[in-house]
């Protein structure tokens, strides 16, 4: 049965590769000539590189924040800050595009990188949190007991430790940027589409074998950074697995 979900895929990559006359990668050479597309692609990238960055800086010192917050109201803040994976994303495009209209905020790749980082910023919350749970207190300890300020401590030792789940975070709010269609499809402006609207935009005409050809570099790119993830350091550093 589960072969049954990845039939389209293969039909898509073989429609990637066939013509009329058998094998060819004109399809792949058509989608690089196309201005429109690489620039929608160079628009994905500014977008997924900007909000992965924002996202993982963010989210990686409010994680340890709230991991060093005594007080009772730090369930309510982890709850708060998990809000954007609570709520159905249609939800959260409306109300994001509200907001930004009482602000009086113009749409266009700006608000698109501002709606990525308010969404993806939970996950890399949420894996660091993952890490900061399975690390040894005594490390912190040693340190204030040697005369550490806790600047100190989190600059030698909590950033190197948390490393591995930081660039975990980093990869998954990339790829959840980059291949983000319903939120942005909501808060981006006129003529600055990135590649995932331009491949909707696309599809109203028609599927073609470009279209594949696009879908199929689409995904190739992100098995490559899942390739990266998985092959790192960093599921076995979430767990504390050594």
């Known amino acids: 049965m589960l072969a049954l979900l990845y039939i389209p895929i293969l039909v898509m990559l073989i429609g990637s590769v066939l013509d009329s006359s058998g094998l060819t990668l004109k399809w792949f050479q ?11 692609l160079g628009n994905s990238l500014i977008v997924a ?13 409010a994680a340890i924040g709230i991991f060093r917050t005594k007080s009772k109201m730090r369930f309510a ?3 708060l800050s998990l809000v954007s994976l609570i709520f159905p994303e249609i939800v959260f495009a409306l109300s994001l595009l509200s907001w930004f209209f009482v ?4 749409l266009g790749l700006t608000t698109v990188v501002m709606a990525h980082v308010s969404f993806s910023l939970s996950y890399v919350m949420m894996t660091v949190s993952a890490r900061l749970a399975n690390m040894d207190a005594s ?3 040693a340190a204030r007991d040697l005369g550490a300020s806790e600047l100190e401590i989190i600059k030698s030792i909590l950033i190197p430790l948390l490393k591995p789940a930081i660039f975990g975070g980093f990869i998954l709010s990339f790829l959840l940027s980059f291949d983000d269609f319903l939120i942005t499809y909501f808060v981006n402006g006129v003529g600055q589409d ?3 609207i331009k491949l909707y935009a696309a599809m109203k005409m ?4 470009k279209l594949h050809a696009l879908s199929s570099l689409m ?3 992100t098995c490559v950074l899942l390739g990266i993830l998985m092959r790192s350091r960093v599921l076995k550093a979430l767990f504390g697995q050594k």
């Open 30 to 40: 058509e989608v690089f000539a196309d201005s429109g597309l690489m620039s929608a």
């Open 49 to 61: 590189l900007s909000s992965s960055v924002l996202s993982t800086l963010l989210g990686t010192f």
């Open 77 to 79: 803040v982890e709850g």
């Open 103 to 106: 602000l009086g905020l113009e």
């Open 139 to 141: 490390l912190e300890d």
């Open 194 to 196: 990135t590649l995932p």
């Open 206 to 209: 028609g599927v073609s074998p």
């Open 219 to 221: 995904l190739l790119f």
